[in-house]
């Protein structure tokens, strides 16, 4: 993420205030759940300050779904809402663009969401609704659109081949689940695409986008009587369906696996993993805060002091979880010269190992009181808001999870981080990705 220095000082009562406003948004926020009549769970937050709704509709469609058509989910999302039954493409955009409302979507391995921001006049946020629960629940796939699509798509898959970071990333996953519907890549590879059509598309609509399998964020100037009424217009339409089965647990390496392959290129792309922990974990507070003392804290964390600071092997190296519905990775990564890879590879693990056995109470409390005096920040727009209570409805968290969070922060204690380590990260059984031409 790029970064400006020129506005870094900003006047000391400024920042007063927009922390105070921080912390007034943070406490403000009052999370409510239901669900719809047709069994759609929605989630709810009214803020007052602007006159703006934020919709986003999550759907257990993401590629651990492809089946072995992989690519299947993304290029569903992808055409989803480009034409109704009454409206084509270029009609779509002009009425969204007439009102100034914006529409966006996404696609992961565990689901797919698409995304409505509006102002909340009357006239205007009732066009803009109507409109996405068309594009939502009456989607239309055309040949043309799709066969356009799908040349972007090949220029994209054939770009990541010349991609090291891409390649890195391929083969992380490749090799950590196997088997698993988390394996391959979200976009699907040159080779599965083939296998897409109109008719599989269709049927993936079908099946899973539909209410027993939705979660519906709502964030904005509106009540709880106008968020009810959004909720069953957007999903009267959709059929019922059925909820999915859930996706069984990945097995972690039984040994420890070195990959190295051969790129062109005067850096090389590191990664260091392993199987890490599912969306929910009792142990995610300790592992959490243990990982912003190793290295996902930037400049505060064990790995750039000693990997960048102490050596100057590196720009960046981090470090984090990525919890899924089931186990999502730990990584290590960084990128540095050929160099000096295999010294790179040797510090982080001597680091990691380090780091499991012990490290100094200064910098556990250092970390909570920057983690806990951070939280409202990460809070302090709708957007970032519908993300969060996105994720909670999807993965049925607490509805209290964003102020029970930082409590769990709070609580932990450098024992508790070296037991759930100790217990979850294996350094004798993780993978190591090196993609250059490391020497």
Known sequence: MKQSFKNTFYPTWLFMVTLLLSHSAMASVQVESWQTQNGAKVMYVQTTQLPMLDIEMTFDAGSA????????????????????????????????????AQIGSSVSRDNASISLRTLTRPNIM???????????????????????????????????????????????????YGNHPYA????????????????????????????????????????????????????????????????????????????????????TYYSLAQLGIERGNPDYAALFVGNHILGGSGFGSLLVEEVREKRGLVYSVYSYFAPQKVNGPFLIGLSTKNAS?????????????????????????????????????RMDNNGKILG????????GLPLDYLEWFPKQIEKVSKQ?????????IKPGKMLTIMVGKPQ
């Open 65 to 100: 779904r492809d089946g072995d058509v992989w690519g299947l989910a993304a290029m569903t999302s992808g055409l989803l809402g480009t034409e109704t039954s009454k409206l084509n493409e270029e009609q779509v955009s002009e009425t969204f663009n007439n009102i100034g």
């Open 126 to 176: 009732q066009k803009a609704l109507n409109t996405f629960e068309t594009l939502v629940s009456d989607s239309q796939f055309s040949q043309a659109i799709f066969e356009r699509e799908m040349q972007r798509l090949k220029i994209a898959l054939k770009q990541k081949t010349v991609n090291p970071q891409a390649i890195a990333s391929d083969f992380l996953w490749k090799t950590l």
């Open 184 to 267: 391959h890549p979200t976009s699907g590879t040159l080779e599965s695409v083939d296998k897409i059509n109109l008719d599989n598309i269709k049927a993936f609509y079908k099946t899973h986008y539909v209410a027993s399998n939705a979660v519906i964020a709502i964030v904005g100037n509106v009540d709880k009587t106008q968020a009810e009424k959004i909720a069953e217009q957007l999903t009267k339409n959709l059929p019922k369906g059925q909820i999915l089965p859930g996706l069984v647990t990945p097995k972690p390496l039984t040994q420890a696996q070195s990959i190295k392959i051969e790129f062109d290129s005067t850096q």
């Open 341 to 377: 890879a295999s010294q790179a590879d040797k510090v982080v693990k001597d680091t990691l190992n380090a780091f499991l056995k012990d490290f100094s109470n200064e910098k556990l409390q250092a970390i909570k009181d920057n983690l806990i005096g951070g939280f409202p920040l």
């Open 388 to 395: 969060y209570i996105s994720m909670i409805g999807f993965y």
């Open 416 to 424: 508790d981080v070296l037991n759930v380590w100790d217990k979850l």
